[in-house]
């Protein structure tokens, strides 16, 4: 068994989304993605009439898969908007993976380049 899939996860929060208060919201649903080991908190603080998520994804990995995975569920949670399931959705923080994951370029689990990851 590989090991990054027995390892305990190491949650990095790489974006924030926002949604209209009370939208029932079900991200594992959504995404549906077995390999995209991320997870959505509901953040603290969000403006009147909006719920902010915070969406982590483990960083036990090489840095493309995390992009990859950021990228994952980024465009999974935006298409699901653009179909409707989910009101008033923006990407508050975190709009570069979905350029990075959709690159070959190479990057780092904070979004900076890093020579020689591919």
């Not at 908007?81 to 070959?104: C, M, T």
């Amino acid at each position: 068994m590989d090991f990054l899939q027995t390892a305990s996860p190491v949650w990095r929060q790489v974006a924030i989304v926002e949604i209209s208060d009370g939208t029932d919201v079900d991200f594992l649903q959504l995404v549906r993605d077995d390999h995209a080991r991320f997870r959505a908190e509901r953040a603290a603080e969000a403006p009147a009439g909006f719920e902010w998520y915070k969406i982590l994804v483990d960083v036990n990995g090489a840095d493309h898969k995390i992009a990859k995975t950021a990228w994952v569920v980024l465009t999974a949670i935006k298409k699901s908007a653009e179909e409707g399931l989910l009101k008033d959705f923006r990407i508050i923080q975190g709009q570069h993976w979905l350029v990075l994951g959709e690159s070959n370029a190479p990057v780092g689990v904070d979004g900076a380049m890093v020579a020689g990851v591919r």
